[in-house]
């Protein structure tokens, strides 16, 4: 079945860096993907969700880059400010059964000022 | 706009006390519901999903149960807690259609001592 391998687990990076969070599937059929954020404490807030024909996802403050070839989706956050810092995580819909989503274990992004 | 609305919003429980957690959509008809645990620091890991009133499936039980007794709510379970229990529970919903996106309520946090 489908596995998400999400790296890396932890992601420390200065104010106006760049930060990059990665995800690698194993099912060629995937054909959307979600990313989502959450913030220390709280629930999860949906960040983009992404379809396999959209190589380039622009958001505000991000971008999702998806490699079907290599099976890999990527969060970038372009300039990460402090209020980026939260746990990310990417989820891909198991084939066949889009009720079941397989989550990546997470990233946790530290923005330091 | 659609709510959901999950109580309570913490609880502290004995092992092997029972538990109920509640999940209310409103705004929404006939929506899937699901129901998802995250340990802390850990992933999410889906545990039941309804796509009608009375329907249950279950992706991981834990010792846990789930029921829909009405069609904008949703309740997970148990009559006796157990120490692994312990974690963030989080209630879900999205459109009956494909490439459903994931909507999740607040959460509930919950401490088995």
């Known amino acids: 079945g489908e596995q998400v391998e999400q790296r890396p687990p932890h992601l420390s990076v200065r104010e106006g860096d760049s930060a990059v969070i990665t995800c690698t599937y194993t099912?060629?059929?995937?054909?959307?993907f979600f990313w989502y954020k959450q913030e220390p404490g709280a629930s999860l807030q949906l960040l983009m969700k992404?379809?396999?024909?959209?190589e380039i996802n622009e958001g505000q403050g991000f971008t999702v880059l998806l490699n079907k070839k290599d099976k890999r989706l990527s969060l970038n956050l372009t300039a990460a400010h402090p209020g980026d810092s939260a746990a990310y995580f990417c989820a891909v819909p198991v084939t066949g059964n889009t009720r079941k989503l397989i989550f990546g274990l997470g990233t946790t992004l530290q923005v330091q000022p | 706009a659609q709510t959901i609305h999950q109580w309570p919003v913490a609880e502290i429980k004995a092992v092997g006390s029972p538990l109920s957690l509640g999940c209310t959509i409103k705004g929404k008809s006939s929506p899937n519901l699901y129901w998802y645990w995250q340990a802390t620091g850990g992933t999410l890991q889906q545990l039941f999903y309804?796509?009608?009133?009375?329907?249950v499936e279950s992706v991981v039980q834990l010792n846990l149960s789930a029921s829909r007794p009405k069609d904008d709510q949703f309740i997970l379970s148990t009559e006796k807690l157990l120490l692994s229990h312990s974690g963030f529970y989080l209630c879900a919903w999205s459109l009956r259609v494909g490439a459903e996106t994931l909507y999740f309520g607040s959460g509930t946090r919950l401490t088995v001592l």
């Open positions: 992404v379809f396999s024909s959209t």
């Open positions: 099912d060629p059929n995937s054909y959307y």
């Open positions: 309804s796509i009608t009133v009375g329907q």
